[in-house]
């Protein structure tokens, strides 16, 4: 029929206050966000942070109290989850075990009236793009976890919809297989004329996969950026230490500046304003071990406490006084070794001006 074989354009979403509530608590606390056409947008956050929420708003699956859920210049709040023209992924799968691989790829056409030699083509073509070509004859029962998740994937594209929304698809899958179809996903995203909304609470997976993050935490965005955006420069302390390895060290106010270990830093970006206490974010293999002691390098002075192998990298602890501790990772090269200084020795690591983050600590 016209309307499902109509040629998809992906197009942007725009949330505005949107507001969820379940008796006192709000789950979605006046959330605005801009996705762009064709954009993969991830929102990343932990546990109960509102994200399965959010994505259910987005389906229509879940009310909202109040705001607006835009599908290009259509408004959506009230339009029901059927005629959103979405498709949806889950972590369970969600495939019918009585039906054949390829029935379950081909009923999002069936249920749309298309004819049924148009269903197999088109199922069949869908389950090329995930891979799992000839695999249409087969029971949901005789596939792995990794191909039932391709399945789903075709099941969810196969009407072409110009939205698919997906929530942590790939966390039942062991590490290996996540992280090969986080690329296998970013790659047929590129081959798709469609919006993703993708979402997970793994923040690594995130980074590699998305154009843009959204981080959410206690139903609210805390920052939306681009991946590198996000992990050079948090705007917060729960987004620094909630994505990548993040070591904290507090350092003093000094007016317009900033000290640590009674040594001046040089900063990237001004110091935060207020008075509160301040952080030093680090992130382990931005420093270096030989302190430099260049104009644009800030020293820190430590003690190795420990060395740790790690196959690709070693961390090293180092004890850098009153308390404080800092994880260095050095890159191992083709010998498996990094040149590294022994147990006890005192060093000066370096860190650039460029690679500083200072951020306040927020009252909560
Ligand atoms: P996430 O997907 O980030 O883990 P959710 O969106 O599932 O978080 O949940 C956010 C918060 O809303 C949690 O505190 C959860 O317990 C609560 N919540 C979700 N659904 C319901 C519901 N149907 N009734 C009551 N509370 C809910
Ligand atoms: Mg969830």
Redesign the pocket.
Known sequence: MAAAAASSQSLPITVSNLVKAYGDLRVLDDVSIAIRPGEFMTLLGP?GSG??TLLMALAGFVSPESGSIRFGEQEMITTSPHKRGVGMVFQSYALFPFMSVAENVAYPLKIRGVSPAEQKSRAEAALAMVKLGGYGGRRINQLSGGQKQRVALARAMVFEPRIILM??PLSALDKKLREHMQIELKQLHQKLDATIVY?THDQREALTMSDRIAVINKGRIAQLDEPKALYRRPNSLFVADFIGETVLLPVQRDGDDVSLQGRRLKLATPTPAGSGPLQLVIRPELLQLDGGGDDQTNTIAGVVRQTIYQGDSVLLIIDAGEGREVSVRIATNRAGQASLPDSGSQIALGLHRDDTVVLAEQAS
């Open positions: 546990s994200k399965t929530d942590e979402v």
